[in-house]
């Protein structure tokens, strides 16, 4: 199982995040879970140096860019520079500020091009009756692998976030039975875009809204293979208590 605590900017104090990595360290330690934090920018670097433990780092999202005269821009091999071995492309609070499709798939490949493993995250915004948020959910994971090569799609790791889950509690998550259902479906597609059967070697993770409270029962029999967390993962006690439930 994979867990990736997505830190957002709710952790801006240094003597926190190398709390947080304190905690996280001290967990990997005792359970088979692998940890990947993904702290916001200006702490990724500190973090990361001179790593020797078993936690992984991500960024937050990618440029687009490949570098140059840009400013704000942080590119793919930056981060592989400072230690980040997964990135977050495509999440729906950067989709919000305007990130299209095309955008993302552009992203994906940069970050691949400098080993990075992308984490993208797709998810609709409201469950219809009709299964509508079915074929966004296609569409999206669709547009993002379609301009890769077969073996960089089968590098992708899929994050099924549905927008009404985020940023709730775990009684607003998803039930596990339609977990079970969408990670089924998200196969489905990804074995359309994937040659034979590589895409069973896929990860397929879920977030939204995943507590203490919650997580054994998601992980139970849903299909997915780990979790991509976001305010469950800033307190080091629930945090601890997030890794402990699933070892
Ligand atoms: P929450 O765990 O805070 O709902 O956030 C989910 C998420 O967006 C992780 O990327």
Redo the contacts with the bound molecule.
Sequence with gaps: MLIVA?W?AYVEDIRKAKSLLATSKKLARTSDITIVLAPPVPFLGVLAANNKSKIAFAAQDVSATTGGAQTGEATAQAYAAAGATYV?IG???RRALGETNAIIAEKLAHALAHGLTPIL?VGEHERDGEGRYLAYVREEITLALEPLTAKERSQVIV?Y?PLW????TAADAIESNDLAEMTLYIRKVLAELLPGKSSRHSFVLY????EPGNIRALAADSGVEGF?????TIDPFTFSALVKQLT
């Design positions: 997505n957002k977050i999440h729906s609070e995250c994050a976030e889950a985020i940023g709730k977030g939204g809204s995943v991509l967390i976001g305010h469950a």
